[in-house]
């Protein structure tokens, strides 16, 4: 079955340690997205990917870093350098046409202690 | 700067009854706007798409309208039902810079 797959579902950090969350869709789209979801709050979007090898920064890119090797995988790492990742992360992928829709994957929730 | 509204945090209505969320935009003029479902430690899942030359569309209970003059989409449930429960998300979109969702409805329907 075609989908998209992130891993781990949970992860705890202790604080000062980057950690990688993945990403990977066997659906063939060209787009991939992360974002970001607080208690209470909508999606924010952290970086974006249309294409190989090339990605865009969204509205909160401070303190994560992405890659785009294989148009299959779009890796987030959460750095040190992000003050408050505690959050549930969610990643998507989309056929890049006018009025696709954005597929989910299940969401992975990062604990910091 | 784009900005998203969604009416009131929660909604509570009562089974039967038509459920209606409302979600208003500014500062940008979206190709589409579409509508998505969210439960509790899931990833939202797709239920509706309108273009921006559409006024209405319908699928089984639900009915989006999109009003472009208004800046404004309204999201219908009719009949609504206790496994309609859920969180609501609105995402008008039509660019690589227009990726932006609403902080969402959470629905409530009472037995």
Redesign the interface.
């Given at each position: 079955d075609g989908g998209i797959t992130q891993s781990p579902k949970y992860l705890f950090r202790k604080e000062g340690q980057n950690v990688t969350l993945s990403c990977e869709q066997n659906l063939n789209h060209d787009a991939m997205?992360w974002?970001r979801q607080d208690p209470?709050?909508?999606?924010r979007?952290i970086y974006?990917s249309?294409i190989v090898n090339d990605f865009?920064k969204?509205?909160i890119a401070e303190g994560y870093s992405v890659s785009r090797e294989k148009k299959e995988s779009f890796p987030l790492t959460v750095t040190s350098a992000q003050k408050n990742p505690t959050a549930?992360y969610?990643c998507?992928s989309q056929y890049w046409r006018?009025?696709g829709?954005?597929?989910?994957?299940?969401?992975s929730?990062l604990t910091v202690l | 700067s784009q900005k998203?509204e969604q009416n009131s945090?929660a909604l509570n209505i009562q089974e039967g009854k038509t459920a209606t969320l409302t979600c208003n935009y500014t500062n940008y003029s979206p190709?589409?706007l579409?509508w998505?479902r969210q439960d509790p430690?899931?990833?939202?899942?797709?239920l509706l798409?309108i273009?921006e030359n559409e006024k209405e569309k319908r699928k089984e209970r639900l009915k989006v309208t999109f009003d472009t003059t208004l800046k404004q989409s309204l999201f219908h449930i009719t009949a609504s039902q206790p496994a309609d429960s859920a969180t609501y998300?609105c995402?008008p979109a039509?660019s690589?810079r227009q990726?932006?969702?609403?902080?969402?409805t959470q629905l409530t329907v009472l037995p």
């Open positions: 997205y974002y209470g709050q909508g999606l979007l974006y249309q865009q969204g509205d549930f969610l998507a006018e009025g829709e954005l597929f989910f994957g299940e969401g929730r | 998203i945090e190709a589409y579409q998505y430690g899931r990833g939202p899942v797709f798409l273009r998300l995402f039509g690589a990726l932006t969702f609403g902080s969402g």
